[in-house]
């Protein structure tokens, strides 16, 4: 019998729904071309070559290390690729990411990645080339509704605001907004303009973002509502607080 | 006797808190119906800074140009919105304003909004109001300002130009 991974205890939509995102087991909503991706990144011009850091590693001469020999480089990683990051920020108002869940999606799914988890945002740090690939994976699916979430490098306040009288979340810097029924993004995720208008597609409805979130809310599903996750984090909590306190007794 | 207090009147204050952040449009037209209701006395907006220019990271000093940081007109005065407005607190003259003044949010509003009553907006002068301001005279230690109705309006710190304006002097006078 071959091994599945149980990434997450309950029966509610919203446990269902972490559970797609840590396993990356998501559906595809948009394509967001990788010219249009990499300039909402901002990190480099589109179509321009990858600046790098340091030299392909093939051509390094690397030491012999038996963790190397194991350990298959990232394709940015072997190339030399600048560390970049990206940010995204998702309203509290059933954005279908949470910070947690965005983090979880990158380290179990992808390889090089740094990721920081806050109480409003999420960002991630990889290899550049690396990053493109994570960052189009999640703004693609059903892990972003761009309505409820947005790339954002700085200025991230919107989280826990209440929603705009469009249904979008509050965005300071105006990077995206709602154009007739499709999000337009005309700046890069830190405010400055960019020299096209990315379409990222339509905004889910309410009912939609209700069902595809993975947040517990009172006015949605309620955290107290899956009897086997209120039993998981207990246990969780139960056991470190125990094995911090006294380690032999936290088996 | 020396006189210390800057506002004695036993007016009410409301916090009227809608459920979504306000459009210019929108905005608009709540405050052009709270205007309407007679025994308002003052009106405070609340929101979410707009600013001007990007204030951190990679893009600092690049141009906003956010569309909704637009001018709006309220009663006879025209005044560019600083924030997207999130709430409004509403000062009026007695009880018998509550019921006009709820029911004027109800035609300006589209959707739900909390009508809270409460102490929002200071009545007295405070210590920095009197650095700023000073007192009348040597005398009289009530607060140096023509209309003491202004305290509290705006951060003491802050000036008054684009952030204060005064709606219905020619129809007061």
Same mark, same amino acid.
């Given at each position: 019998?071959?091994?599945?991974?149980?990434?997450?205890?309950?029966?509610?939509?919203?446990?269902? $729904?972490?559970?797609?995102?840590?396993?990356?087991?998501?559906?595809? &909503?948009?394509?967001?071309?990788?010219?249009?991706?990499?300039?909402?990144?901002?990190?480099?011009?589109?179509?321009?070559?990858?600046?790098?850091?340091?030299?392909?590693?093939?051509?390094?001469?690397?030491?012999?290390?038996?963790?190397?020999?194991?350990?298959?480089?990232?394709?940015?990683?072997?190339?030399?690729?600048? =560390?970049?990051? *990206?940010?995204?920020?998702?309203?509290?108002?059933?954005?279908?990411?949470?910070?947690?869940?965005?983090?979880?999606?990158? *380290?179990?799914?992808?390889?090089?990645?740094?990721?920081?988890?806050?109480?409003?945002?999420?960002? $991630?740090?990889?290899?550049?080339?690396?990053?493109?690939?994570?960052?189009?994976?999640?703004?693609?699916?059903?892990?972003?509704?761009?309505? &409820?979430?947005?790339?954002?490098?700085?200025?991230?306040?919107?989280?826990?605001?209440? &929603?705009?009288?469009?249904?979008?979340?509050?965005?300071?810097?105006?990077?995206?907004?709602?154009?007739?029924?499709? =999000? =337009?993004?005309?700046?890069?995720?830190?405010?400055?303009?960019?020299?096209?208008?990315?379409? &990222?597609?339509?905004?889910?409805?309410?009912?939609?973002?209700?069902?595809?979130?993975?947040?517990?809310?009172?006015? $949605?599903?309620?955290?107290?509502?899956?009897?086997?996750?209120?039993?998981?984090?207990?246990?969780?909590?139960?056991?470190?607080?125990?094995?911090?306190?006294?380690?032999?007794?936290?088996? | 006797?020396?006189?210390?207090?800057?506002?004695?009147?036993?007016?009410?204050?409301?916090?009227? @808190?809608?459920?979504?952040?306000?459009?210019?449009?929108?905005?608009?037209?709540?405050?052009?119906?709270?205007?309407?209701?007679?025994?308002?006395?003052?009106?405070?907006?609340?929101?979410?800074? +707009?600013?001007?220019?990007?204030?951190?990271?990679?893009?600092?000093?690049?141009?906003?140009?956010?569309?909704?940081?637009?001018?709006?007109?309220?009663?006879?005065?025209?005044?560019?919105?600083?924030?997207?407005?999130?709430?409004?607190?509403?000062?009026?003259?007695?009880?018998?304003? +509550?019921?006009?003044?709820?029911?004027?949010?109800?035609?300006?509003?589209?959707?739900?909004?909390? @009508?809270?009553?409460? @102490?929002?907006?200071?009545?007295?002068?405070? +210590?920095?109001?009197?650095?700023?301001?000073?007192?009348?005279?040597?005398?009289?230690?009530?607060?140096?300002?023509?209309?003491?109705?202004? +305290?509290?309006?705006?951060?003491?710190?802050?000036?008054?130009?684009?952030?204060?304006?005064?709606?219905?002097?020619?129809?007061?006078?």
């Amino acid at each position: 019998m071959t091994y599945k991974p149980q990434y997450y205890p309950g029966n509610t939509s919203v446990a269902k $729904n972490r559970r797609k995102h840590m396993s990356d087991d998501v559906e595809k &909503l948009r394509d967001i071309s990788d010219e249009d991706l990499t300039a909402i990144l901002g990190h480099r011009a589109p179509g321009s070559d990858y600046p790098s850091t340091h030299p392909p590693l093939a051509e390094m001469g690397e030491p012999a290390c038996s963790v190397r020999e194991v350990v298959t480089p990232t394709p940015g990683a072997a190339a030399g690729d600048r =560390i970049r990051y *990206a940010q995204f920020a998702d309203s509290m108002y059933n954005a279908p990411a949470t910070p947690y869940w965005r983090s979880y999606h990158a *380290a179990i799914n992808f390889r090089g990645v740094d990721p920081g988890t806050l109480s409003g945002r999420q960002v $991630n740090e990889m290899r550049e080339r690396d990053l493109e690939e994570y960052t189009k994976r999640q703004a693609e699916t059903e892990i972003t509704d761009w309505g &409820l979430s947005g790339l954002r490098g700085c200025t991230v306040h919107g989280h826990s605001l209440r &929603l705009e009288e469009n249904g979008t979340m509050f965005d300071m810097l105006d990077r995206r907004r709602l154009e007739g029924s499709s =999000i =337009i993004m005309d700046k890069d995720q830190v405010g400055v303009p960019i020299d096209r208008k990315v379409n &990222l597609g339509k905004p889910m409805s309410e009912a939609e973002a209700a069902k595809r979130t993975t947040f517990y809310r009172i006015d $949605n599903v309620a955290f107290r509502s899956d009897k086997e996750v209120i039993e998981h984090v207990q246990t969780v909590w139960e056991r470190r607080t125990r094995y911090g306190f006294k380690p032999e007794s936290g088996r | 006797m020396v006189n210390t207090v800057s506002v004695t009147d036993k007016t009410i204050q409301v916090k009227v @808190f809608p459920a979504r952040l306000l459009q210019p449009e929108t905005a608009e037209k709540l405050l052009n119906e709270i205007d309407k209701v007679k025994g308002v006395l003052r009106m405070l907006i609340g929101g979410k800074n +707009l600013p001007r220019k990007v204030t951190c990271g990679p893009g600092t000093g690049t141009d906003v140009n956010h569309p909704d940081k637009r001018v709006i007109q309220v009663g006879d005065q025209a005044f560019e919105l600083h924030v997207m407005v999130g709430h409004v607190i509403v000062e009026v003259e007695d009880e018998s304003v +509550l019921e006009p003044l709820k029911q004027s949010c109800e035609r300006g509003l589209p959707f739900a909004f909390e @009508f809270k009553r409460g @102490f929002f907006i200071k009545k007295k002068a405070t +210590l920095t109001d009197y650095g700023k301001y000073g007192f009348r005279s040597k005398t009289d230690e009530r607060i140096n300002l023509d209309d003491e109705r202004m +305290l509290g309006m705006i951060d003491p710190h802050a000036k008054a130009e684009g952030r204060f304006c005064i709606i219905g002097v020619d129809n007061a006078a």
